[in-house]
């Protein structure tokens, strides 16, 4: 008997084009491979669910097979200078533990949060709703948008870089104007598959993860003779303790930057679809491969622990016939991960009530962060960089502030959702959107468990870098610990057991009433049940506005 999550709901048969049939995927009208999707924030309609769980493994994958999640891994091995060491470093075993611990704490958050957009069919931000209320959501749609953003810039610069010493090996020389015009082709090619929709995003993630991966393990196997796998930690006592706990927080961060994004992609998924099989394969698909990929990164740079430039020492030591191949992967990692920065952004933009269509929102976005991208490589002045180093020094305090501005808001904030969704309503559709007026309030309990959560990594802040202080500000909690960073894990753990006190003290039927008025603030649109009772006018209405 085939599982539930395996078969596609009755009245849903996908409709395939010439190009989908080419890829070997299957999507429906609505939702297809290189065709705009038609879809914004409304609920998805039960006759257009398609896919089955085990599909979300590859999307997630496709978003960490990057040279991201690479120099993350290595930053790893310098915590103990974030935590205060004047020297030292962590050895191999010790870095890889602390990516495994980070990866999979962070992935324990992101499975379950993935489930709400099976039930619901709503995009993240606005599942949100039912939790933070209607403008609530506002916050945290502000926050994501900011960072979908943030991360767009930073994967352009990377990925254009890579363009410059690609072209660097033809003799081309490296200068701003070239370096300008290849942050310019990563940013067009980002924002082209995310303008297509959920269904495109789909089909480049899967076929990119299984490409980027095998290209992971040849890059371990060429260059497995010149890995030092006896580098060792040399710090000891509580350093040594703080070091692992901020290594394993840089990976925990990375993860948890993807949390906001979680239900954008498994939201088409039949309804029926088992929660546990989302939560599974969204978990492991996100964590495992970035555990892989950090501790491979880790493993790379103890070819030459001396210099600070990752992509440098890789492209050195790998063979000549692997130079190329390589930075053709860092780039095309990093266009695949704008994929999903674009196509979110854009989701969070019409979450902020802004009045455009789901492709036009999504290309504003774009070009918004291309401005930002720009202004990054104009700052930079890629002209003096003749290295990847001189260019991470520019901006390296910038990427350590947003892993930490991610660390810092998000665990927080999917612990409400989580405590919501699985422990107080157990799992129920009541989220979904009902008929309804749309109400602009704010859901005091969500907002305030959040805040707390929010205030408790204050102090437990390990090292932040604020523009109006000379040295790094640490928290007093960080200090006493030695310098050791749980602000995420103790955000999320407040939260949680804030907001359940709060709200597992409404009364069951009082909870259930507030659920059903909630859901009506998610959109103002009928419920996927419902839509075939909904006027033509009224469905044509919501594909104006949102699609």
């Known amino acids: 008997m085939s599982n539930v999550s395996d078969v596609h709901t009755p009245g849903s048969e996908p409709v395939a084009s010439n190009a989908s049939s080419a890829f070997g995927v299957r999507g429906v009208a609505a939702d297809d491979f290189l065709k705009v999707e038609r879809r914004g924030l409304e609920p998805v309609p039960t006759a257009e669910r398609h896919g089955v769980a085990r599909e979300l493994s590859l999307v997630w994958a496709g978003a960490m097979a990057n040279y991201v999640s690479l120099l993350t891994g290595a930053l790893v091995i310098g915590a103990p200078l974030a935590v205060g060491a004047s020297t030292g470093q962590l050895g191999l075993v010790d870095s890889a533990i602390a990516i495994l611990v980070g990866a999979g704490l962070a992935a ?83 924002i082209i598959v995310a303008i297509f929709g959920h269904q495109t995003v789909h089909v480049f993630e899967k076929y990119g993860a299984i490409v980027f991966m095998v290209f992971g393990a040849i890059l371990f196997i060429a260059l497995f003779p010149k890995i030092h796998w006896n580098l060792a930690t040399t710090v000891t006592g509580p350093t040594h303790l703080a070091a692992m706990i901020v290594g394993g927080s840089f990976i925990y961060a990375l993860v948890a930057s993807w949390i906001p994004f979680a239900s954008d992609y498994s939201r088409y998924l039949p309804a029926e679809t088992p929660a546990r099989r989302v939560a599974w394969w969204s978990g492991v698909g996100i964590g495992l491969p970035t555990a892989l990929l950090g501790i491979l990164g880790v493993a790379l740079y103890t070819i030459n622990p001396g210099n600070p430039d990752l992509l440098s020492v890789i492209t050195a030591a790998a063979p000549p016939w692997l130079t190329v191949p390589f930075l053709l992967f860092v780039v095309l990692g990093e266009i695949w991960a704008n994929y999903f920065d674009v196509y979110t952004a854009g989701l969070v933009a019409l979450a902020m009530d802004v009045g455009l269509r789901r492709w036009l929102a999504a290309l504003v976005c774009g070009l918004l962060g291309g401005i930002l991208v720009l202004g990054i490589g104009l700052a930079t002045q890629f002209s003096r960089a003749q290295t990847y180093a001189d260019l ?156």
């Open 392 to 547: 991470v020094n520019n901006f390296l305090g910038v990427y350590i502030n947003f892993l930490l501005l991610t660390y810092l808001w998000v665990p927080a904030w999917a612990a409400v959702l989580v405590v919501d969704y699985f422990l107080l309503r157990r799992g129920s559709d009541s989220h979904a959107p009902a008929p309804g007026k749309r109400r602009s309030g704010f859901a005091w309990r969500g907002l305030l468990a959040w805040a707390c959560g929010f205030a408790a990594t204050i102090p437990c802040i390990g090292s932040a870098y604020l523009p109006w202080l000379s040295q790094p500000w640490q928290g007093p909690i960080a200090h006493w610990l030695g310098g050791a960073d749980i602000s995420g894990i103790v955000g999320a753990v407040v939260s949680a057991l804030v907001y359940y006190a709060l709200a597992s003290g409404m009364p069951s039927q009082g909870r259930q009433a507030d659920a059903v008025l909630r859901g009506a603030d998610l959109t103002g649109f009928r419920t996927p049940a419902s839509d075939s009772a909904a006027s033509p006018g009224d469905q044509a209405a919501g594909n104006t506005r949102l699609s």
């Open 108 to 190: 324990i958050l992101h499975g379950p949060i993935s489930a709400t957009g099976v039930r619901s069919g709503t995009p993240q931000m606005v599942f949100s709703r039912a939790v933070l209320g209607h403008r609530g959501a506002y916050i945290g749609a502000f926050f994501t948008f900011l960072m979908a953003v943030g991360w767009f810039a930073v994967d352009c610069v990377i990925g254009g870089w890579a363009v410059v010493q690609l072209l660097g090996l033809a003799g081309v020389p490296k200068s701003t104007p070239v370096a300008l015009s290849a942050i310019a082709l990563v940013l067009i090619l980002s």
